[in-house]
């Protein structure tokens, strides 16, 4: 089975500052990887995913992560954050394309992100 | 996007009684839904998976007889905690995977908001 690990619990960083979450999985394997994020009192929703190709990929709300196969990690970044980005965001890694068939899901435990104005 | 409702989002209930959580996809068609719990620190795991029409499919270590899943329905399934006890507390939150997804994301799987279970 994966494992994935997102090392930082609590997040705070300023607004308009960088931030980084770290995100690393277990398995050589190949593997899809994705980011959700669940805003206070609503769903998880994906964020962003890497399925093939290019290695960085972006989310429409200025978030980026990176695939890098050596380091089995998936960190997320944005250079500046806005106070609307204050929510959990969840790594999570699958066997499978969400867009295929189901697969199993793994998740990391969640970084609280909270953005002080 | 797909929205799946969950309810309720919160409930304390005594230790011996039995909850039912209720996860809805609201404007799609789920054939499969997921229920997942997270422990305090620890990650989202994933329960059982439910098939409309079918018995549920449970994961190593968890007692199908504990945690009743039922989904009746391609827009309904429901995870009833039977004679919880204060080791059931958890956040549990389900997923429901689209059997028609649109373009241009063709994303498949939507999760509901979560419902955290306290047993005292």
């Known amino acids: 089975a994966q494992s994935v690990t997102q090392l930082d619990s609590q997040v705070p960083v300023f607004e308009e500052a960088p931030v980084e979450l770290r995100c690393n999985y277990s398995s050589s394997v190949s593997v899809y990887l994705f980011w959700y994020v669940q805003y206070p009192n609503q769903g998880l929703q994906l964020l962003l995913k890497?399925?093939?190709?290019?290695?960085l990929v972006e989310s429409i709300n200025g978030f980026e992560a990176e695939f890098n196969k050596s380091q089995t990690s998936f960190h997320l970044r944005k250079p500046s954050v806005h106070i609307s980005d204050t929510a959990e965001y969840f790594c999570a890694v699958s066997e499978g394309p969400n867009t295929n068939t189901g697969n199993q899901f793994y998740f990391g435990t969640g970084t609280s992100l909270t953005v002080i104005p | 996007g797909a929205v799946v409702s969950q309810h309720p989002s919160r409930v304390i209930c005594k230790s011996g009684t039995s909850v039912k959580i209720e996860c809805r996809s609201l404007d799609f068609q789920a054939t499969t839904m997921f229920w997942y719990r997270q422990f305090p620190k620890q990650s989202l795991m994933l329960m059982a998976t439910s098939n409309e029409g079918s018995k549920a499919t449970y994961e190593q270590g968890v007692e199908k007889d504990k945690f009743l899943i039922n989904h009746a329905s391609l827009t309904l399934s429901t995870l009833t905690v039977t004679s919880a006890h204060p080791e059931d507390s958890s956040f549990y939150i389900c997923?429901?995977?689209?059997?028609?997804?649109?373009?241009?994301?063709?994303?498949?799987?939507?999760f509901g908001s979560g419902t955290q279970l306290s047993v005292l």
């Open positions: 997923s429901a995977r689209d059997r028609a997804p649109t373009a241009p994301t063709n994303e498949k799987l939507f």
């Open positions: 890497y399925l093939s190709g290019s290695t």
